[in-house]
């Protein structure tokens, strides 16, 4: 049975493997090529040295434009598209191209019960699949984690699902979706296109709505953070805060601005120095406020957590939904 | 020799349409048994069930004294040569014996390339590539190294042309006295099955009108003329399968244990597709009658 699976998966394991060696020469042509930029501007050991606002300043001026960064973002935008097409091109046609061409016939009288047959196929091609974007994931992360020192923002919808170990995750449920979208619609073409319609919205619902419950968020009150502190004055002279928390890389879900007495600050008039022009003087006016803030957010160390956490769910619902084609190719598949 | 299918109260169906209805039959082994009805009378479906593809709605069918498909032992117990003879058109003709050396046990390596030698197949050929009869040679060949007890065929000829046709039934005729095989196929062309049956089974709308070892129907079953009888006049043991009256004259087509012996009778033998086009016919509706075209053309 193996030999079979693989036989009938060779070509597009190939398809694959080239992929895949593609990837790792241009990857790894960009990420060398950044590892370079990264070190002449000094940022490795820049603490030592003294600060490094100075060398990522310099970093981040020398990356403007590389084409090795251009690289890296576009595997980086690739990658939240590869498992979806593992699910498209892998998963959905497994089943649904033999249910189609009649072949499942040849195949499930043989001297082989159909659950093992569809368990062998399932195993090998899922396999294949994590494996394959696990890779290119791997490649993506480690070869552009000096961009990471930049760009803070490793929460933010995008790059969380386009990094780390998440892909091979998503991969896992996006082949077993496509299989099962194949077993139930019998047809290539409309169980590639349900499979790819699926997986889109289940992707997106997680994201923007599921992730954020994955666990309880940190809520921390103190001074109001006058970093990056977004600020509106009206015509009537009144004061309009956006605080933006002011944790490093955290996925901040809000903040609060308090007044001093713990109630809700929503706006207040404006301190003289704010209308005059002088931005510093503004901040320090602001400052004598004494305004407060509460911030919920998931802080950046729990970055990984979230990775394991989301990789595991979509493991889990993959297994679930493996179990269930085999359940139903040998109980209800008529 | 024990039953190769036996089925009792049978049924299978699709939302609303029974394909298959109260279906109970007993096929003994050692035979080549011919599955007869027009397209759509359920032979796919009984044959589907028989080897596991289907489930029943209804009723039980046991294979070979087994549950269909019951598990890898049973599934190599039975050949299958589906309708159309599915193939893998990627892969080559080599490669679908390797397929079927991985996927039996019992795989008979020395069987299948003599028979693609015999064929003159080339075995480095993709599958998509061969004729039709190439194609239903391979997969027969598939099925036959399997070495199973039971073979069993759907309309493995239809899609052929006379040629092929005749070559087909010849190699599985062959491989049947060779190996001692019990046979099931189907068909919805009589011709072809009465050189290679000597069981039958005419299944039509859904339901199994008479079973039986060819040569005891052919003995039993009668085509007489006479001059026109009352329906109720005539003898206790005689079936009408059809009757057709003029003025003066009755034409019927019976089934009798024993010989007919008043005078008046013109007795004349049936021919296997007579005896068939009979039960078609018998009870005809316009649904039948369109079946019977099909069957005649």
Redesign the interface.
């Known amino acids: ?4 699976s693989w ?2 998966f060779r ?1 597009q394991a190939l398809v694959g493997a080239a992929v895949l060696a593609v990837a790792a020469v241009a990857l790894g042509l960009a990420g060398a090529s950044l590892a370079h930029l990264y070190a002449v501007a000094g940022v490795p050991g820049c603490q030592a040295a003294g600060g490094c606002a100075r060398a990522l300043r310099l970093f981040s001026a020398s990356t403007d434009g590389a084409a090795s960064v251009h690289v890296l973002e576009l595997a980086a935008t690739a990658m939240s598209v590869v498992p979806g097409l593992v699910g498209v091109f892998w998963g959905a046609p497994l089943v649904a191209r033999e249910l189609e ?3 499942h ?9 159909r659950a ?1 047959w569809l368990a062998v196929k399932l195993v090998l091609v899922g396999l294949a699949g994590v494996v394959l974007t696990g890779l290119l994931s791997l490649m993506v992360t480690a070869w552009s984690s000096p961009l990471n020192q930049l760009n803070l923002d490793r929460f933010a919808y995008g790059p969380f699902g386009e990094q780390g170990i998440v892909p091979a995750g998503y991969a896992a449920f996006g082949f077993v979706l496509g299989v099962t979208a194949g077993l139930l619609i019998r047809r290539t073409l409309p169980a590639m296109a349900a499979t790819l319609l699926v997986f889109t919205a289940i992707r997106m619902g997680f994201t923007y709505g599921a992730r954020r419950l994955l666990m309880a968020p940190l809520r921390v009150t103190g001074p109001l953070n006058l970093q990056n502190l977004g600020l509106a004055i009206s015509n009537h002279h009144k004061l309009t805060l956006y605080a933006s928390g002011g944790h490093r890389g955290a996925w901040i879900y809000s903040v609060q601005v308090l007044t001093p007495a713990g109630r809700p600050y929503v706006s207040g008039p404006a301190p003289r120095s704010c209308t005059g022009g002088d931005f510093r003087t503004c901040l320090q006016a602001i400052s004598q406020l004494h305004l407060r803030q509460i911030v919920t957010f998931q802080p950046a160390s729990r970055f990984w957590a979230f990775q394991w956490y989301e990789t595991g769910l979509f493991i889990l619902a993959a297994v679930a939904l493996a179990a269930a084609c085999v359940w139903w190719i040998r109980r209800r598949m ?1 | 020799m024990t039953a190769v299918l036996q089925a009792a109260g049978l049924g299978k169906r699709y939302r609303r349409q029974w394909a298959l209805a109260d279906c109970t039959l007993e096929v003994p082994g050692g035979y080549v048994t011919g599955l007869v009805g027009p397209n759509g009378a359920g032979k796919t479906t009984l044959l589907h069930l028989a ?5 029943p709605t209804a009723g039980t069918i046991t294979v070979l004294g087994g549950a269909a ?1 019951a ?3 049973q ?2 117990r ?3 040569v ?3 003879t ?6 080559s003709v080599a ?1 679908h014996l ?3 050396a ?5 795989w008979d390596a020395a069987l299948a390339s003599a028979r693609i030698d015999q064929l003159g197949l080339d075995p480095a050929k993709r599958a998509g590539k061969l004729s039709g009869g190439q194609r239903a040679q391979l ?1 027969l060949t ?1 099925a036959l190294a ?1 070495r199973p007890e039971l073979l069993i065929l759907d309309e493995p000829v239809a899609s052929l042309d006379p040629l092929a046709r005749r070559e087909f039934l010849q190699h599985l005729m062959e491989a049947t006295a060779e190996h001692g095989l019990s046979v099931v196929l189907s068909s919805h062309v009589v011709a072809d099955l009465e050189r290679v049956c000597d069981y039958l089974v005419v299944l039509t709308g859904a339901h199994v009108q008479v079973t039986g070892e060819t040569e005891d129907l052919l003995a039993q079953h009668h085509l007489v003329t006479g001059p026109r009888r009352d329906p109720a006049a005539l003898p206790g043991d005689w079936q009408v399968i059809t009757a057709s009256h003029t003025d003066r004259q009755s034409t019927l087509v019976i089934r009798t244990a024993g010989p007919v012996l008043d005078p008046a009778w013109t007795v004349s033998p049936l021919s296997l597709e007579d005896l068939v086009l009979a039960y078609l016919s018998q009870a005809a509706s316009p649904a039948r009658d369109r079946a019977l075209l099909r069957l005649g053309a």
């Open positions: 049975m193996l030999w079979l036989r009938q070509a061409t009649g072949t016939r040849l195949a499930w009288t043989q001297s082989v019960t093992r008529n | 080897v596991g593809l289907l489930e498909a598990g890898p032992a599934l190599a039975v050949g299958f589906a309708q159309d599915p193939v893998y058109v990627h892969l490669e390797r397929l079927g991985r996927l039996n046990p019992g997969a598939l399997k």
